[in-house]
């Protein structure tokens, strides 16, 4: 298959999107002096592995210019670490032997609210012989953005954060509520009042915009959602708000979950759902156009490559055997693969904005992904699945305006209900395969395996004991 994402591989390991050495470490010196006067002692420098767990390795703030130079060593068989630390292996990656260097982005360096002489910066792993690590998924993001953008298009993402919040505790311990207010009720908001405030100030310290926090269905769940911006900067911010919620909650006692399913028994669980729009010369390609409810002809093209790809882009979007405990009909989490205009159950809801207000509003909300994704992954990977749809000039199939549940069955399709058939699907993903390159497709593939084979034949109760606490 022809697609943008597959012509802009071949050059893309080797692409240095860093400046020159003695350049990086200038704007080391710099971010120094900033961060000194902020009483930062040490920045936390952390990737995403293709588990979605975060990992870090941290240098002393008078270490910075090194690490920005010459980079911080990190081993390679990171790439296939599962949500347990147990270790697989792909045909490329593995075993002890070898080393990357992380180079934090020092564009987006920030100290901590939460964390008092701290600072984070997201990496982008590079080889010691100083090419692009074709396994970053940081960098892999970026090479879909800039396909985009080589067509002229940009993107506007934003990803929503859901979490759980309960009583600090062991691992092994079920969820301790601290608040037993109702869904989206008021009382939740007085219980954890200042919890709540805290999160916000932090979020808004660290330069964050929030749009909103509220409340959520679940018992002890809450969702903040901020300002949308470009998809690599969105996944950043996705990594530095969790980040930030966890800090908080344990500033107050408490403990966030942002695993797809918390509780037993298929409650509501947390998502984490992808609102994008995309923009052609600074008009909102969703709006204004003679498509489905104002889409322009690219934008219907875009999304239509999207929704085409979803099974594949679940094993990426909704990569844990946990997640489709939460991917069900009528839990608002989009388990059909379908559109509507602001339908809850559809896996892709296209959201118009108000009268007045359109041109700027106007996206669509992928709902079916969540927070056990790397975050880096999905925008990349939801941006390579809509340039195909493009190339392909795709159209929208008609919209669900209903519950997709209440349908007559056949007429409606339903995403994968587990993780072996996500894989299946990535298996047999050529658009995946060439975006995202022979090494890091594979290594993504092995970890997905692998923890399908790790929680086989475990109970719900159990796939949810394991991974409540991880996320
Ligand atoms: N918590 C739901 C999910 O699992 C989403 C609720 C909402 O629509 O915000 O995706
Ligand atoms: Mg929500």
Same mark, same amino acid.
């Given at each position: 298959m022809s697609t943008a994402a597959a012509r802009s591989? +071949? *050059?893309?390991?080797?692409?240095? %999107? %860093?400046?020159?050495r003695a350049e990086r470490a200038a704007q080391a010196r710099l971010a120094v002096d900033r961060l000194r006067t902020s009483a930062v002692d040490a920045v936390a420098v952390g990737w995403v592995d293709n588990a979605g767990l975060a990992r870090v390795k941290a240098v002393p703030v008078s270490g910075l210019e090194h690490a920005a130079a010459w980079g911080i060593g990190a081993a390679p068989c990171f790439d296939v670490f599962l949500v347990d630390d147990s270790i697989t292996e792909s045909p490329r990656t593995g075993g002890p032997v070898g080393d990357l260097r992380l180079y934090p982005d020092l564009d987006r360096l920030v100290p901590l609210a939460a964390q008092p002489g701290w600072a984070w910066a997201p990496a982008d792993r590079y080889t010691q012989e100083g090419t692009a690590h074709p396994g970053c998924q940081r960098l892999f993001a970026h090479r879909m953005e800039s396909a985009a953008r080589e067509r002229g298009l940009t993107l506007l993402a934003g990803i929503e954060v859901e979490w759980v919040a309960a009583l600090a505790? @062991? @691992? /092994?311990e079920e969820p301790r509520y601290p608040t037993h207010g109702?869904?989206?009720?008021l009382q939740r908001l007085t219980d954890l009042s200042d919890y709540l405030r805290d999160v916000l100030r932090a979020l808004e310290q660290q330069g964050l915009t929030v749009l909103q926090i509220h409340p959520e269905y679940a018992p002890g769940q809450f969702e903040v959602s901020v300002a949308a911006e470009g998809p690599v900067a969105a996944a950043d911010t996705a990594v530095l708000v969790r980040h930030t919620v966890r800090a908080v909650s344990a500033r107050h006692g408490l403990r966030a979950s942002f695993a797809p399913a918390v509780e037993p028994g298929g409650g509501l669980g947390n998502g984490a759902h992808l609102h994008l729009s995309l923009w052609r010369d600074g008009r909102? &390609?969703?709006?204004?156009? +003679?498509? @489905?409810?104002? &889409? *322009?002809g690219e934008a219907e093209a875009f999304l239509a490559g999207v929704l085409t790809a979803l099974p594949e882009l679940l094993a990426l979007? *909704? +990569?844990? +055997?946990?997640g489709y405990l939460r991917l069900v009909p009528s839990r608002w989490a989009g388990a059909y693969q379908c559109w509507g205009l602001e339908n809850r159950e559809a896996a892709l809801r296209l959201v118009t904005g108000s009268d007045g207000e359109q041109a700027q509003a106007a996206n669509a909300e992928i709902?079916?992904? /969540?927070? *056990?994704?790397?975050p880096y992954l999905v925008v990349g990977a939801v941006i390579a699945a809509g340039l195909a749809g493009i190339d392909r000039e795709l159209r929208l199939p008609p919209e669900t305006a209903a519950d997709p549940a209440r349908l007559a069955q056949d007429t409606v399709r339903r995403l994968p209900a587990d993780l072996a058939e996500a894989i299946a699907a990535y298996e047999k993903s050529v658009l995946l395969r060439d975006a995202l390159g022979e090494p890091l497709y594979e290594a993504v593939l092995a970890v997905r395996r692998a923890e399908q084979e790790l929680f086989a034949g475990r109970s719900d109760e159990e796939l949810i004991a394991a991974t409540r606490w991880r996320y």
């Open positions: 591989t +071949p *050059t893309s390991t080797a692409a240095d %999107r %860093r400046p020159p505790g @062991p @691992p /092994d109702p869904a989206y009720g909102n &390609l969703g709006h204004g156009g +003679p498509g @489905p409810h104002g &889409l *322009t979007g *909704t +990569p844990s +055997p946990a709902k079916c992904f /969540d927070a *056990t994704a790397n």
